[in-house]
């Protein structure tokens, strides 16, 4: 089975996407590190793969002009690796402006003068919370809140210690400046918390309470990695990564694109046991985005839109 590698590749892909404003796909997307935006490229094996001139970010910018073009979106709901609440789903109410959380540490000055403007809407917000409560009988469900300008949010994946105040942390802004430019002025966003769980049921739960809302022209992305390995980085580049991380890499796409949904929902799970995973994800947050965008889109098709190394993007609900 051949998945899109090349940028011819993934273009045709991106083109071959139905155009479904009536019922938008969910999409699974590589959202790669604040080094996407570096002003040059080291030589390290994630900058190699991740840098400004890489395959990620070439793809991210053909991504978010097709998305536009062939959904219209109302409005975007994102849910990324950094942020993680336990039982509770926060939900940004951040009015015209979203700000910007800066949750990473040790660079140099240029990346905490990064901008990306955005507005929030409380509207959409409020359905969101409202969908949940309906849900209020699955593993999580019912329990969800909005969060303001006015308080941190919390928890905010693995940095240590944990980065105060509100915002869209790098897993958001970094990749949405590649996709749709510095600012979005005609599109509100809103983001919501994944589950901090290892559970892969919580987290399909988490994007399927909120399917009905791609009836509403409302675009549903959720950012993670495939591998994600702060303590080994020579696992971030397919020519330096151990077999047993490159051979579970490429089962993601074999799992993803099962075209029965037991059958796909059943492999997609077992990928937690696969022998690669624990070398490919000491903890679980950059993967489990996963989970909530194939059970955003759990009902259709799938495609695999780009099967880039540690980040590939999947269309689920086609």
């Known amino acids: 089975m051949s998945f899109p590698k090349t940028q011819s590749e993934w273009r045709t892909a991106l083109d071959a996407l139905p155009s479904t404003p009536e019922k938008i796909p969910a999409f699974f997307f590589g959202h790669g590190s604040p080094m996407l935006i570096a002003r040059q490229v080291t030589n390290s094996p994630m900058t190699s793969t991740m840098g400004p001139g890489g395959d990620l970010a070439n793809f991210l910018r053909d991504l978010g002009p097709a998305l536009r073009a062939k959904y219209k979106p109302k409005g975007i709901v994102v849910f990324s690796a950094h942020w993680e609440t336990i039982g509770v789903r926060h939900v940004t109410d951040y009015g015209d402006r979203n700000p910007l959380l800066m949750d990473y540490f040790g660079f140099e000055p ?30 999580v469900g019912g329990k969800a809140k909005l969060s303001s300008i006015n308080e941190n949010r919390g928890w905010d994946g693995r940095t240590s210690p944990p980065r105060q105040g509100p915002g869209f942390d790098h897993g958001v802004f970094v990749p949405f400046k590649l996709m749709f430019g510095d600012k979005v002025d ?17 987290n399909w739960a ?22 994600h390995n702060l303590h080994d980085r020579k696992q971030f580049s397919e020519k330096s990564a151990s077999p047993d991380v490159t051979m579970f890499d490429q089962a993601i796409t074999v799992a993803a694109s099962k075209s029965q949904l037991d059958e796909r929902k059943q492999s997609l799970f077992d990928l937690m046991k696969h022998d690669g995973f624990a070398q490919a994800h000491p903890s679980v947050e950059h993967f489990v985005p996963l989970y909530v965008a194939a059970g955003a889109g759990e009902e259709g098709g799938v495609q695999v839109v780009s099967a880039i190394y540690s980040a590939p993007t999947i269309a689920f609900g086609i």
């Open 206 to 227: 988490v994007g399927k309470a909120l399917s009905k809302l791609r009836e509403d022209g409302i675009l549903i992305l959720a950012g993670g990695l495939t591998v």
């Open 110 to 139: 240029y990346y905490y003068q990064q901008t990306f403007e955005s507005k929030g809407n409380r509207a959409l917000a409020e359905r969101i919370i409202l969908l949940y409560k309906e849900v209020s009988q699955q593993k």
């Open 186 to 202: 005609d599109v509100p966003i809103v983001q919501v918390s994944i589950e901090r769980s290892s559970d892969p049921e919580q």
